[in-house]
């Protein structure tokens, strides 16, 4: 039987303080994920149909930053600068929000498969994007983004009242998820099979996995903002974040105001979400698989694994990028295979090894 | 500091679970809250701890509305241990029992020093020193408990809430559980199932049956033959032994002699 009175037992003080040890690891995983982004960034500005040496690459960024007024071949140039410098941004942002979405999904609704994928963010948004595209209420980027942006809210306010009735529990979301999934994909169809000409369908569907030709600065200017507001505001609500560890009414008594982190951060995921398949159309896999990743690396706590996060994501989206571009010579696959290629296989050692799910 | 529901109701929907509870809690007691399965104790719980806002009536923590206190503020007076919280999460017992500081940072005041040794504190004053670096998933079911504790503890609270804390555990963890619990130097609230467990921890219990509070008092005011007939529908003979206490001795086959109350869902 246990001792009524309260024993004093020594405790192990942590080997080092806990503050003290989080950080080091923060700035060495963050140091290194960051070197690894920028070398990424670069190798994707040289690989691609034509190969442009490491050198020119650099010669022309430092052109662009500081006038530094190296010799560059203007053709290089404006392909490395105007091609894809801005394509790799863009995958970064984009590859950065879809695993911090999903980062945040799977701790507000306990799932390890919660991802805007699986809960009808992207379908939603691809429906918005793709009616805005074809049945065209208004032209160009902003009104393509807003499209894609109601879309998102509408899915996820139909899988939400979904959920609701069939129990709340994070199982029901997930399944009216894939029903919401199902339907707006279903929408998507309906519209590019009735609408559209043989051409814009061809076009829509390449985009709707994923499609990263085309992007240019201007979407630097919107992606890149986007990530960056997303990751902050997601920070700010990191120790909340933790505060799920054991379920929203545990966080409740830890002080948590569980309905206003709800809101906010579902809004940040959806927004991140849309504006994102809005430029590149429905990434898959990136925002299931890059967290459970960095989990891995630096473990659960939010303010260190969010922007782990947003880094892993963004490296490999950009690798991603490179390999759709060079596997097949003169021919460039839709991204989202690449993703599911890799995602898929990456996601079954995962389960298998139960490191996640246990 | 005084905890005090005046005149609570709580609906769910449109359905109400409890209504008209007025409870007092002393400073210093272990008050325990019995009942049959969907009397209502969970949700009274939750409403005491502030995690439910009443329907009707008010909540109150030093007189004062809990609305008007903050989340942030009252969990630095209300600790609360669910039934059976758990998290596939892959995290220390350390990580664990830390969460219960969150109501005491902020960008401002991040983690400390301080921090860390009021986690080393809690950990030691349920006995799970040893265990701090020790993964959640590799716990046992009364292992789990005490680190729930521990958690509770760290928000330094002058009330510790738990809803049936002793669920799932064995008899010898059961008494483990209920006998720190009661060493402990904190205001304790416990919805329990065993009326044995009531009637030896407790100094008041609380009595519940569809949705309200119908009796408040000592173990041998609340724990008599009738009031367990009426209330829980069996057959029972409560003995006092030479310290006062109670002890209630089952009829088998007592279903039969009662009303049968039927099992409502919680």
Same mark, same amino acid.
């Given at each position: ?15 080092? $303080? ?121 032209? @160009? ?61 061809? @076009? ?104 782990? $996060? ?49 | ?53 009443? $329907? ?49 940072? $902020? ?33 046992? @079911? @009364? ?124």
């Amino acid at each position: 039987m246990f001792e009524t009175s309260p024993v004093q037992q020594p405790v192990q003080p942590p080997r080092q $303080s806990l503050a003290g040890r989080a950080y080091l690891v923060r700035a060495g995983v963050s140091l290194g994920a960051l070197i690894l982004l920028v070398g990424v960034i670069a190798m994707a500005a040289a690989k691609g149909e034509t190969h442009i040496p490491l050198g020119t690459v650099l010669q022309t960024i430092a052109n662009h930053l500081w006038q530094a007024g190296y010799d560059v071949d203007p053709i290089d140039a404006g392909i490395i600068w105007n091609y894809r410098i801005s394509r790799a941004m863009v995958a970064a942002a984009c590859g950065a929000s879809l695993a911090l979405s999903g980062a945040v999904l799977q701790a507000l609704l306990r799932n390890s498969l919660a991802d805007p994928y699986l809960l009808g963010i992207s379908a939603g948004a691809s429906t918005g994007a793709v009616s805005v595209a074809i049945l065209g209420f208004g032209a @160009g980027m902003v009104s393509l983004s807003l499209g894609a942006f109601v879309g998102a809210l509408v899915a996820f306010g139909f899988v939400a009242l979904l959920a609701i009735p069939a129990g709340r529990g994070a199982g029901a979301i997930i399944l009216a998820g894939v029903a919401g999934s199902q339907l707006f994909n279903a929408l998507t169809s309906f519209i590019v099979t009735k609408a559209a000409t043989a051409d814009e369908a061809r @076009g829509v569907m390449f985009w709707l996995l994923g499609n990263l030709s085309g992007v240019r600065w201007p979407d630097v200017y919107l992606a890149l903002p986007v990530a960056v507001i997303g990751l902050l505001g997601c920070l700010w609500y990191s120790r909340a974040l933790d505060a799920f560890t054991f379920g929203v009414e545990s966080a409740a008594s830890l002080g948590v105001p569980v309905r206003r982190v709800y809101v906010v951060l579902i809004a940040i995921a959806a927004s991140m979400t849309a504006v994102m398949v809005s430029i590149v159309g429905a990434i898959g896999f990136v925002g299931l698989v890059i967290p459970h990743a960095a989990r891995f690396f630096v473990g659960t706590r939010h303010g260190f694994l969010l922007p782990a $996060s947003a880094l892993i994501g963004a490296v490999f989206l950009v690798a991603a990028d490179i390999v759709s571009r060079i596997i097949l010579d003169g021919q460039v696959l839709p991204i989202g295979v690449i993703t599911a290629l890799i995602g898929a296989p990456a996601f079954a050692i995962i389960l298998c090894h139960g490191r996640v799910l246990r | 500091m005084s905890l005090e529901l005046r005149n609570v109701g709580w609906n769910a929907g449109f359905k109400k679970i409890i209504s008209d509870v007025s409870l007092r809690v002393t400073r210093g007691e272990f008050l325990g809250v019995i009942g049959p399965n969907g009397s209502g104790k969970t949700s009274m719980m939750s409403v005491l701890g502030g995690i439910r806002a009443p $329907s009707t009536g008010q909540a109150l923590l030093g007189d004062q509305p809990m609305k008007k206190i903050g989340r942030r503020n009252l969990a630095r007076h209300i600790g609360f241990v669910e039934q059976q919280a758990d998290t596939i999460d892959r995290i220390t017992v350390r990580d664990a029992v830390a969460l219960g500081r969150t109501p005491y940072l $902020s960008l401002l005041t991040p983690w400390s020093g301080h921090d860390d040794a009021i986690v080393c504190e809690a950990l030691a004053s349920v006995e799970m020193g040893p265990f701090a670096d020790r993964m959640w998933h590799t716990l046992s @079911g @009364g292992e789990k408990q005490r680190v729930h504790i521990a958690r509770a503890l760290t928000q330094q609270p002058d009330f510790l809430l738990l809803d049936e804390p002793t669920n799932h555990l064995d008899i010898h963890h059961q008494l483990g559980l209920l006998e720190l619990v009661r060493a402990l130097p904190v205001t304790v609230v416990a919805a329990l199932h065993d009326l044995n467990h009531a009637a030896m921890f407790c100094d008041r219990i609380a009595m519940m049956d569809g949705g309200k509070l119908i009796a408040l008092g000592t173990p041998e005011q609340i724990l008599t033959s009738q009031n367990l007939r009426d209330v829980f529908g069996v057959a029972a003979d409560i003995e006092i032994d030479d310290q006062g206490r109670c002890h209630i001795r089952y009829h088998a086959g007592s279903q039969k002699t009662g009303p049968i109350k039927k099992d409502r869902v919680a």
